[in-house]
C-alpha cells in the first residue's frame, strides 16, 4: 500500500476513534469538504475542539472557555453539557468599499453549539464557521439570569500543534508590533525571546514567553496555518503563551491597568478566533477569511472615503534633517515667559508654509491627492517620553504654519491635506478634544486624519492592546464616520477586519514600518509583513523611499535604507492600501524620475488580484488589475537572490501589451549597491514568460497595458 495512503487511514482511524470516543462529538466540514472540525465536551465537561486538512491535524485537540476573576460560582471552564446544536450554510459575495477584488466571497458551513454549565445554569455558545480557506470560531453568551456581569481573568482556548513547527513571530506584548519578524521552530522562541523583544520590553512585554497575532506557522509537511482574531470589539486583543514542551499556544489576553483581562456584560458575543489554511502559501495572502468575520458595513453613504496616494512632509522629520518642533527655547514657553509667536524659532522647523507649498505643487503636477504634514500644531516640543496628560490640542498652528493659506493653496492646486494628530499617548487628551479637533478638520477642508499613539497611555497603567484602548480606537474611527473623516492610525492595536463594517479606517501602522529603515529593517521584512500584519486590514508602510544615503538628509545618520528601488518599487504591490504614501521628499523623486514613473503611474484601486508567488520571509509575486481597466501592474519583494519566471496567463488571450519593468540590476546589492536598477519596455501577451530578477532585499515592477 502506498506509504502516505496508509498514513492518511491512520489518522482518519484515529479521528474517528475521537468522534466515538466522546460520544457527543459533533463534526463539521469546509464546503469543499477538505477541513473539518470536530467539537466535543471532555469526561469534565470542558469544550474541546481541533481542526483537520486533508484528514491530518491542524490542531489537536484543544481546550475552549474562560477563567474569571472573583468569581464565586466558579469559571467557565468545564461542567458544560451540549444542550442543542445547530447547521447550516452561507455563500453570499459582496463588494468592498476599496479592496483587492471588486467582489469577495463569503461562504460558509457553520456550527452552533449551545452549551449549559449544569450547576450554575450558566449558558454559554460557541459558534464555528468553517471556509474552504480556515476556521473562525467565538464564543457568544446570550443575555441570561445567572451570568450578568463578568471579569475574565485569562482565556482558555488553546491552539495544539501537531509539531515542532516553523513560526514567523513576534514577541508578545501588549504595546507594540514594531519588531523584526523571526523565523524560528516553536521550541526555539524561548531562547530567543529576549534577544528580540529589544523595543523597551520592561514596560510592553507580556508577563509569559509568547507571541503576536497573526502567528504564520509552516509545518514540515508544508502546511501553512495562521492565526490571529477577526472583530476585536470591546476586548482586550489576543496575544499567545507557548507551551514549548507540548507545541500549545494558549491565550493570553492583554491586561488593564489592574490586571483584569476583559468586563463582558450578557448579551455578548467575544471576537472571533481564526486560523487559515492552506498547503499553499498564496492562499494565506489571498484569503479573505478575517473580513468576512466582521459584520458588512455599517456607514450608509460612502461616497466620501475615498483611495488616494499621499506625499507627507515627514520623511524628512524622520530622517532628522527637519524637526516637528519648531522652537529650542520652549522653557520660555512653557513658564509663560514667552509664547510661540515671541519663541525664537530653531530654523529647521519642517511644517513650514513654504515647504508645505512646495510640496503641494509637486504633488499637484504629478496627480498625488493627498497631502500629510506633521508637526503643523503647537506642543511638540515637550511631547515624548513623560506621560504628560495634556500635550496637543490639535487646533493651534505653529506661527510658520500658515493654515488658512496652505488650506486654499492646496484646494486651487487639487490637492487634499491630511491632518496628522499625534496623541502621544494620552487618551483622555485626546477624547476631550476629539469633537473640536474633527469639526476643525472640517471647516478646513482635511477629509483625512493619521493618528498616532506613542508612548505609554494614559489613563498610567493602560496598555495600546488592552480593552479601553480597543474601545478607544473603534470610538475614533465611528466619530471621525459621523463627520465623514477617513482615519489611519499608527501604534493602534492590530487590525482584525473592521475596515469591512467601518471603511473610514482605510489604514493603519501596527508593525514596523518605513519609518525603522532609518536604522534598519531585516532584508525580508517586507516578505513576512504581508502574513504577520496584513492578515488583518492594509498597512501604511510608507514605500517610495528612493534616497538611501541618509547622511545626505542629516550629516549626524550613517545609515543606508536597507532596500533597493525595485524593492520600494515592488511593495506597492505586495504591501495592498488604498492609502498608499509616496514617502520621499520631491527632490529626491526629481533625481530619480525613472522609479517615480512607477511611483506616479501605479493605481491604488483594484478590480482583481493575483498572488503568484509566496513564501513566508523569501518572496511575494502579485498580479493587480487596475480597478474598471484592463491594466495590470505586478510587484514582487524579495529576501534572497531570485529569478522569477512569471507567466502572463491572467492576460485577456490575444490581447496585445507593452510591459514596462523595473528590476534589480545583476549587482544590486542592498547597502553598497542599492540604485542599480533597470527599466526596460518590451511587448507581451497571456503567452509571455517574464524571467525578472531580485536580489536580497530586492524585488520587481511591471505595468502591463493593451496597446490599443
Ligand atoms: C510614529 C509614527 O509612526 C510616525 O509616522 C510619526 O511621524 C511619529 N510617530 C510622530 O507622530
Ligand atoms: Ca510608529
Not at 468569581?71 to 459582496?94: A, K, M, P, Q, V
Not at 523611499?545 to 542629516?554: G, S, Y
Amino acid at each position: 500500500m502506498h506509504k502516505n495512503l496508509f498514513k492518511a487511514i491512520i489518522l482518519t482511524f484515529s479521528i474517528l476513534m475521537f468522534t466515538t470516543w466522546i460520544s457527543s462529538a459533533q463534526e463539521l466540514s469546509s464546503p469543499n469538504g477538505r477541513l473539518k472540525t470536530y467539537f466535543s465536551v471532555d469526561k469534565s465537561g470542558q469544550p474541546i475542539y481541533r481542526l483537520t486538512y486533508d484528514n491530518k491535524y491542524v490542531v489537536k485537540d484543544s481546550k475552549l472557555g474562560f477563567i474569571l476573576l472573583n468569581d464565586r460560582i466558579g469559571n467557565l471552564t468545564d461542567g458544560f453539557n451540549i444542550i442543542n446544536t445547530e447547521t447550516s450554510s452561507f455563500d453570499e459575495t459582496w463588494s468592498p468599499v476599496w479592496g483587492e477584488e471588486d467582489t469577495y466571497r463569503n461562504k460558509y458551513n457553520e456550527l452552533l453549539v449551545n452549551l449549559k454549565q449544569l450547576g450554575t445554569g450558566r449558558e454559554m455558545a460557541i459558534r464555528f464557521r468553517l471556509f474552504d480557506d480556515g476556521l473562525g470560531f467565538r464564543y457568544e453568551f446570550p443575555s441570561q439570569k445567572n451570568l450578568t456581569y463578568f471579569t475574565i481573568k485569562e482565556e482558555v482556548t488553546e491552539f495544539a500543534m501537531t509539531g515542532n513547527h516553523t513560526a514567523f513571530w513576534l514577541p508578545g506584548d501588549y504595546d507594540t508590533e514594531e519588531y523584526d519578524v523571526t523565523e524560528s521552530r516553536i521550541s526555539e522562541i524561548r531562547s530567543l525571546y529576549n534577544k528580540e523583544r529589544t523595543y523597551n520590553a520592561s514596560q510592553h512585554g507580556m508577563d509569559k514567553i509568547g507571541v503576536q497575532t497573526p502567528l504564520q506557522l509552516k509545518t514540515d509537511d508544508g502546511l501553512y496555518i495562521n492565526i490571529h482574531e477577526a472583530a476585536l470589539i470591546d476586548f482586550p486583543a489576543i496575544n499567545l503563551e507557548i507551551d514549548d514542551n507540548n507545541f500549545i499556544f494558549r491565550t493570553h489576553l492583554t491586561p488593564d491597568a489592574t490586571g483584569a483581562k476583559g468586563h463582558v456584560q450578557t448579551a455578548f458575543n467575544t471576537p472571533w478566533r481564526t486560523i487559515i489554511v492552506s498547503d499553499d502559501a498564496r492562499d494565506i495572502l489571498s484569503s479573505k477569511l478575517v473580513y468576512n468575520l466582521n459584520e458588512p458595513c455599517a456607514i450608509k453613504d460612502v461616497s466620501w472615503i475615498k483611495p488616494m496616494k499621499y506625499m507627507g512632509v515627514w520623511w524628512e522629520m524622520i530622517t532628522g534633517k527637519t524637526h516637528w518642533s519648531y522652537t529650542d527655547d520652549f522653557f520660555s514657553v512653557q513658564i509663560g515667559k514667552s509664547d510661540y509667536k515671541n519663541a525664537k524659532p530653531h530654523g529647521r522647523h519642517g511644517a513650514n508654509t513654504k515647504n508645505v507649498m512646495r510640496y503641494i505643487d509637486f504633488a499637484s503636477k504629478n496627480g498625488i491627492k493627498g497631502m500629510l504634514v506633521e508637526g503643523w500644531n503647537i506642543g511638540w516640543e515637550d511631547w515624548f517620553g513623560h506621560q504628560k496628560d495634556y500635550v496637543f490640542d490639535f487646533v493651534t498652528p505653529y506661527p510658520d504654519f500658515d493654515l488658512p493659506r496652505i488650506r486654499d493653496y492646496a484646494k486651487s492646486k487639487g490637492v487634499k491635506m491630511i491632518m496628522h494628530h499625534e496623541t502621544s499617548g494620552s487618551i483622555r487628551n485626546y477624547e476631550r478634544h476629539l469633537d473640536k479637533a474633527f469639526s476643525f478638520m472640517k471647516t478646513n477642508g482635511y477629509d483625512a486624519v493619521k493618528t498616532g499613539y506613542v508612548g505609554n497611555i494614559i489613563p498610567y497603567g493602560e496598555y495600546h492592546y488592552g480593552q479601553w484602548l480597543v474601545n478607544h480606537y473603534m470610538y475614533v474611527v465611528k466619530k471621525a464616520a459621523e463627520y465623514k473623516i477617513m482615519v489611519n492610525a499608527h501604534e493602534a492595536v492590530h487590525m482584525t477586519g473592521l475596515s469591512r463594517t467601518y471603511p473610514n479606517l482605510l489604514s493603519q501602522e501596527s508593525a514596523k514600518g518605513q519609518e525603522f529603515q532609518t536604522s534598519g529593517n531585516k532584508l525580508n521584512h517586507l516578505t513576512l509583513l504581508p502574513f504577520t500584519r496584513l492578515i488583518g486590514g492594509p498597512m501604511d508602510y510608507t514605500p517610495g523611499i528612493v534616497m538611501f544615503d541618509l547622511k545626505k538628509l542629516n550629516p549626524n545618520n550613517h545609515n543606508m535604507v536597507q532596500t533597493t528601488i525595485c524593492n520600494q518599487l515592488g511593495s506597492y504591490l505586495t504591501m495592498y492600501t488604498p492609502l498608499q504614501m509616496a514617502a520621499d521628499l520631491p527632490e529626491h523623486y526629481e533625481a530619480e524620475p525613472r522609479a517615480f514613473e512607477f511611483i506616479k503611474d501605479v493605481p491604488v484601486m483594484w478590480s482583481e488580484s493575483k498572488y503568484l508567488e509566496a513564501e513566508p520571509g523569501r518572496y511575494i509575486s502579485v498580479a493587480r488589475r487596475e480597478k474598471g481597466k484592463r491594466n495590470w501592474y505586478i510587484g514582487n519583494v524579495s529576501g534572497v537572490n531570485r529569478v522569477s519566471a512569471i507567466k502572463l496567463d491572467f492576460l485577456e488571450p490575444g490581447v496585445k501589451y507593452e510591459a514596462k519593468i523595473w528590476q534589480d540590476g545583476k549587482d544590486a546589492k542592498v547597502g553598497s549597491n542599492p540604485y542599480d536598477y533597470t527599466v526596460s519596455v518590451r511587448k507581451v501577451s497571456s503567452k509571455t514568460i517574464l524571467k525578472l530578477n531580485a536580489v536580497e532585499g530586492g524585488g520587481w515592477a511591471v505595468s502591463i497595458k493593451p496597446i490599443l
